[in-house]
């Protein structure tokens, strides 16, 4: 298992798929936001935690049909479906590859784009802690619709449709978590949601993307 994930952690950082392609769509994003809304701070502040937390979705979501894409395309998926590895595993350590090399960049930039877009003070950690715990389940939730989609020509359309919906209540409690903290008021239920979401994710979706792959292998 270690071994997988060092290797898909070198692929992802050698191809700038996953690592760079997604922290420089988040920051075109944040940098896009201001011409277009206007550069009054009151209202970026206003909206900066849900603007932070679209950016970090959809940069997400550009790299999700990389996960199986190219083991699918050079028969390595074919391989590891036979190794000595529960599927359910493989598919983890895809989905924590993925969250390595695309979320916690994210979520490590996050804070510093929130200056861009003059977040308020008391928001920068809560606008951390809540893509930190969010994020894995974008990854997990992504996994499961590459899995879905994998084989499929030009199945990077389907597959934002089909992973779009499952995002969505991870925005809205992730945001909300952000916008809260930013306005002081009490995060506790939308934070505990938005835990549950991620938690629930990483502990049912594995075994849905597994049965998924072993089909699509047949």
């Not at 997400?60 to 359910?88: H, K, Q, V």
């Not at 978590?177 to 994710?201: C, D, I, N, Q, Y």
């Amino acid at each position: 298992m270690i071994a997988l994930l060092m290797r898909d952690l070198r692929l992802a950082i050698r191809a700038g798929g996953g690592f760079g392609l997604g922290l420089a769509f988040f920051l075109i994003v944040v940098v896009l936001v201001p011409f277009g809304v206007g550069p009054e701070t009151t209202l970026l502040a206003r909206i900066a935690p849900g603007i932070l937390w679209v950016g970090a979705l959809l940069a997400c979501l550009l790299s999700l049909d990389r996960i199986f894409a190219l083991d699918w395309e050079d028969g390595s998926l074919d391989l590891l479906a036979t190794a000595p590895l529960p599927m359910e595993g493989i598919v983890t350590v895809k989905a924590l590859a993925h969250w390595l090399t695309t979320g916690l960049p994210l979520v490590l930039a996050a804070p510093a784009l929130g200056l861009l877009l003059s977040l308020p003070g008391p928001g920068y950690l809560w606008l951390f802690l809540s893509l930190l715990i969010g994020t894995p389940a974008l990854s997990v939730i992504g996994t499961f619709g590459a899995a879905l989609t994998v084989g499929l020509k030009r199945g990077g359309l389907l597959l934002s449709l089909l992973v779009l919906p499952l995002y969505v209540p991870t925005l809205i409690f992730g945001a909300e978590v952000a916008r809260r903290g930013a306005e002081g008021l009490a995060v506790e239920t939308p934070l505990a949601m938005l835990a549950g979401l991620s938690f629930g994710a990483i502990a049912l979706l594995p075994f849905a993307s597994a049965a998924v792959l072993r089909i699509n292998l047949r």
